[in-house]
């Protein structure tokens, strides 16, 4: 059975910095595509970045690059996302997600599995 649990949301002011960690478990990922997507009260699922386990090749919505960064941690069968310069627009839950092909996509409906999701709250 295939699990993801993320951790290391919180609250953090405007400018500051927070690590989100996907722990997964259940089959092997080394041929899975792994992506962050963020909701907002009141907004759609958003996508957020994605990275191949395999290759560790990246893609980000435009709204994180250069602030945001996917990395993954083959040993520890985890997957982080580094948030610096946050903004008060970056507040949502976010979420883990896999998908069993090694495809970077951003279309949340191409995900096979989710996790339960952690609240990033940004203060102005």
């Known amino acids: 059975q295939v699990q993801l649990i993320e951790s290391g949301g919180g609250l953090v002011q405007a400018g500051g910095s927070l690590r989100l960690s996907c722990a997964a478990s259940?089959?092997?990922?080394?041929?899975?595509?792994m992506g962050w997507f963020r909701q907002a009260p009141g907004k759609e699922r958003e996508f957020v970045a994605t990275i191949r386990w395999s290759t560790g090749s990246t893609y980000y919505a435009d709204s994180v690059k250069n602030r945001f960064t996917i990395s993954r941690d083959n040993a520890k069968n985890t997957v982080y996302l580094q948030m610096n310069s946050l903004k008060p627009e970056d507040t949502a839950v976010y979420y883990c997600?896999?998908?069993?092909?090694?495809?970077?996509?951003?279309?949340?409906?191409?995900?096979?599995?989710w996790g339960q999701g952690t609240q990033v709250t940004v203060s102005s």
């Open positions: 997600a896999a998908k069993y092909r090694e495809v970077l996509v951003v279309t949340s409906g191409e995900y096979d599995y």
């Open positions: 259940g089959r092997t990922f080394s041929r899975h595509a």
